[in-house]
């Protein structure tokens, strides 16, 4: 970061005021504090702000005890802090950042007194996460003065900061949030009013992806969580972070997410998950989720198929697939190579053929190509990295054939775990919706394509951008899984965005 990229943020000295003392609101009057700037915190709640500021400094001492932080800097920035008892304290703060319920009402009436206190100058901000900034400052004189200011939980440690526009939003205003938060050291994307902003929206087919697969008894969560990380690289599986996050707090975002975009199929709300919230089992803060939480509760693991015995007859690897370089590096048998194949076959084993999925079940890919002994891998992030594979066969595959397959990438380190033969298995079919999805999102100016990929990866910890992703994988690739996957469906769900339509056609990528 340079003195030109922080051109227009406040200066370090100007007075900020934060308004709510939640956790989220804490978090943002701590970074604002460590930054320079005397902060002001006001609740509505009496002596709230007060032990918020008393659990800020002790927690800044900790982070000094530590040495995450120099000891001046700690006790520098517990003393820019500060009570605000009344709203009119604030009146001569430069920039406001309400952090309160999520009730657009409350937030109205909030800003309109505040529009009545501060000076002209003054920049207002709501870190809302789910609602319209355009419909919040819809009520205000002044609506150009405000705009979006979403910080992620904890805020402390999270670098994202979603800097969002109104309609009205004035671009000055916005560049200013955004050179301000770069400033406080965090990492600040631009993105328009829509549902969702960024992460929210982008995120959804994270979590709709696993529940469809669950749904089908395509594999358990266990196993689709294992999958999830040991191939996809994600941090957290799909239903571990679903039951972290809470299932009453997932299902909300998700059914705001889908009445917003009037009912559009792509973000259709999980029965299984409505089922949970039902029940009442909302995950680790109930004790039980898709998985049980407490002392006693026992950790289930994934599926896992046995060691199978190696074909005798040498094995067959087509083409520079990075599986295949995987295989040809750590096999330890007889292998003849040949150069790549028009159906994209990667292996035989024996009489088992293996290929990547293709968004189309084995059993169709296996009718379609005439061929009986198919069987179909997923996709993974790095192969020579992946500890985990999902595999999947048709229906038509005998069992030797598929355990001639099986035993060779057990051979090659790989625990394999097979599920039952859902079209674009588990990781593939979530990257190419998650890079589906930012696709639609950046083709609608919500945002830029590498705030797309930045977002999801300094928000939400993805091992990799959902744009970048389809670029390694290929934009054909990606496109045909999700017309595969729609013309299995038959569901508007897995349309495919207009923008990865013109890439493919153009062969283009998103970043080049």
Request: some cysteine; glycine content about 8%.
């Amino acid at each position: 970061m340079n003195a030109a990229d922080i051109r227009h943020a406040l200066p370090a000295t100007a007075p900020v005021a934060v308004i709510g003392s939640g956790t989220m609101g804490a978090g943002i009057a701590q970074v604002a504090a460590l930054a320079g700037h005397p902060v002001q915190l006001y609740d509505s709640r009496e002596g709230a702000a007060a032990k918020a500021i008393a659990d800020i400094r002790a927690g800044l001492d900790k982070l000094a005890n530590k040495g995450k932080i120099p000891a001046e800097e700690a006790h520098a920035a517990s003393d820019r802090l500060c009570v605000a008892h009344t709203l009119q304290e604030m009146r001569d703060a430069r920039l406001v950042i309400e952090a309160i319920v999520e009730q657009l009402g409350a937030k109205q009436e909030l800003f309109g007194k505040l529009e009545d206190l501060v000076d002209a100058q003054c920049l207002l901000a709501s870190n809302t996460s789910s609602l319209s900034i355009t419909h919040i400052a819809a009520t205000l004189r002044h609506p150009e003065r405000l705009a979006g200011l979403h910080f992620f939980n904890p805020v402390p440690q999270m670098a994202l900061v979603e800097v969002i526009r109104g309609v009205r939003s004035d671009a000055t205003v916005v560049q200013c949030l955004h050179d301000t938060a770069l400033a406080w050291g965090k990492v600040p994307v631009v993105a328009s009013s829509t549902p969702g902003f960024i992460v929210n929206r982008l995120a959804r087919p994270y979590y709709a992806e696993a529940l469809r697969v669950l749904n089908e008894g395509g594999a358990h969560p266990a196993t689709i969580d294992a999958l999830l990380r040991e191939s996809g690289g994600f941090r957290m599986g799909a239903f571990e972070l679903m039951d972290l996050i809470g299932h009453d707090v997932n299902f909300a975002v998700t059914q705001s997410v889908f009445h917003a975009f009037f009912n559009d199929p792509r973000f259709t709300p999980s029965l299984i998950q409505q089922e949970l919230v039902q029940a009442g089992l909302l995950g680790r803060k109930s004790g039980r989720g898709f998985y049980r939480y407490g002392e006693d509760a026992e950790i289930p693991q994934p599926a896992t198929e046995p060691e199978y015995e190696l074909p005798t007859v040498p094995l067959q690897l087509f083409g520079t697939h990075p599986l295949v370089e995987v295989i040809r590096a750590r096999y330890q048998g007889r292998v003849e190579y040949h150069g790549p194949r028009a159906d994209h076959l990667l292996m035989k084993a024996g009489p088992g053929r293996l290929y990547v999925t293709e968004g189309r079940s084995a059993t169709q890919q296996s009718y379609d190509y005439n061929m009986p002994d198919v069987v179909l891998v997923d996709l993974a992030l790095d192969y020579a990295r992946a500890t985990r594979l999902g595999v999947t066969r048709a229906d038509q595959c005998r069992d030797r054939a598929c355990q001639a397959v099986l035993a060779v990438l057990q051979s090659c380190g790989f625990a394999v775990s097979a599920m039952q033969d859902v079209p674009g298995m588990v990781v593939m079919r979530t990257v190419c919706m998650l890079a589906n999805e930012a696709a639609d999102a950046v083709n609608q100016g919500v945002c830029s394509r590498s705030d797309a990929d930045m977002a999801m990866q300094k928000g939400v910890n993805y091992p990799r951008g959902p744009l970048a992703w389809a670029d390694a994988i290929g934009i054909d690739t990606v496109t045909n899984v999700l017309r595969q996957l729609s013309a299995t469906y038959g569901e508007d769900r897995y349309r495919v965005s207009p923008l990865l339509q013109r890439l493919q056609a153009s062969g283009r990528k998103f970043h080049e």
